[in-house]
């Protein structure tokens, strides 16, 4: 049981590194592969801490600036490599399974100090 609570705890708690594609992704809003402007206002958003700075904004006007490829889609921003320089330095540490922690008035089932039942 311990063995088994331990092993649940690691598993949650778990961290795994996120991908280029998903922080890209995560600003195509409507999922069509294609990034608007108001998109790609996202993206950036996602990139810098907000409120971006002008010299952040800079960056990633001068990033997309420097790409040979069409960058309106988010294949194009992944292959654009000064621009996937950018994504990859914001990348994070995410949770392996999203969970959250409760208090106890929203538990359903609650251990007891032993599984004996008095009577």
């Known amino acids: 049981s311990l063995f088994l609570s331990l092993s649940f705890y690691y598993l949650i708690h778990s961290l795994r590194r996120e991908t280029a594609r998903e922080r890209v992704t995560s600003s195509d809003l409507n999922q069509d592969g294609l990034l608007s402007s108001g998109e790609m206002a996202v993206l950036r ?3 810098f801490p907000v409120p971006v700075s002008p010299g952040n904004s800079t960056l990633f006007e001068e990033a997309l600036g420097n790409c040979t490829t069409e960058v309106g889609s988010v294949e194009g921003v992944l292959q ?3 621009l996937a320089a950018v994504v ?3 990348l994070r540490e995410l949770t392996r399974f999203p969970h959250e922690i409760t208090d106890d ?3 359903t089932f609650k251990m007891l100090k032993s599984n004996v ?3």
Do not use: G, M
Request: with cysteine; net charge neutral.
């Open 117 to 119: 039942t008095k009577v």
């Open 105 to 107: 008035y929203d538990v």
């Open 80 to 82: 654009c490599d000064s």
């Open 45 to 47: 958003s996602r990139l």
């Open 88 to 90: 990859e330095r914001s």
